[in-house]
């Protein structure tokens, strides 16, 4: 696997070997071992997530404030728009964002460390997304930035307005935002 760090040095860009020839492609989306010498990251994945979602559709930026997930996102169906946001105030990096293009086109993922926020855009007429994460979902500790905060100026390839959940649509700005020491 290619592992290349984003503008956020700590988010990773995971592009796996692909098999292909004229009957398809093959590839390991997972293997710890691989995934360890590369990154160095030695990492327990809990649980796995997937979704699907249609165009313009916009989800995050969430996360946990307390069991805070390490993500490991892909999308395996269509095409996204992927960001992190760095929320841990000790960090050189608190409040900047990177964003990479995911799709089933360039099987890439993209490794989101404990303490950051995520969400994502669909850009094709729907996208499925799978993500592992290294801690289980706790409603009780969820939390959500808004999208278009413009503190963070999150440069998102839309047009016109997304389609938002209730719950994203009234998610807090950055700076009344819980955050990370």
């Known amino acids: 696997m290619r592992v290349t760090p984003t503008e956020l040095p700590e988010v990773l860009i995971v592009e796996p070997r692909v098999f ?7 590839y390991e989306s997972w293997n710890r071992r691989a995934f360890q010498e ?5 990492l327990d994945f809990v649980q796995d997530n997937h979704s699907r979602s249609a165009k313009n559709v916009l989800r995050g930026l969430h996360y946990q404030i307390e ?7 892909r999308c395996t169906s269509g095409e996204v728009f992927d960001v992190a946001v ?5 960090s050189p990096m608190f409040g900047k964002w990177a964003g990479v293009t995911l799709s089933a086109h360039n099987k890439r993922m993209m490794w ?13 007429e729907f996208a499925e997304v799978l993500y592992k994460t290294t ?16 503190d963070l100026g ?5 047009a016109g307005d997304p389609v938002l959940s209730a719950k994203d649509a ?5 700076r009344d935002a819980e955050v990370y020491p």
């Open 20 to 26: 292909g020839d004229a009957r398809g492609f093959f």
């Open 38 to 42: 590369d990154t160095g990251l030695e």
């Open 67 to 73: 069991h805070a997930q390490g993500k490991l996102i």
């Open 86 to 90: 760095d929320l841990r105030r000790s």
């Open 112 to 124: 989101i460390l404990p303490g950051f926020a995520h969400g994502f855009l669909v850009l094709t």
């Open 135 to 150: 801690d289980y979902y706790t409603p009780e500790h969820e939390r959500a930035v808004v999208w278009n905060d413009p």
């Open 154 to 158: 999150i440069e998102w390839p839309l």
């Open 170 to 174: 009234a998610a807090a700005s950055f």
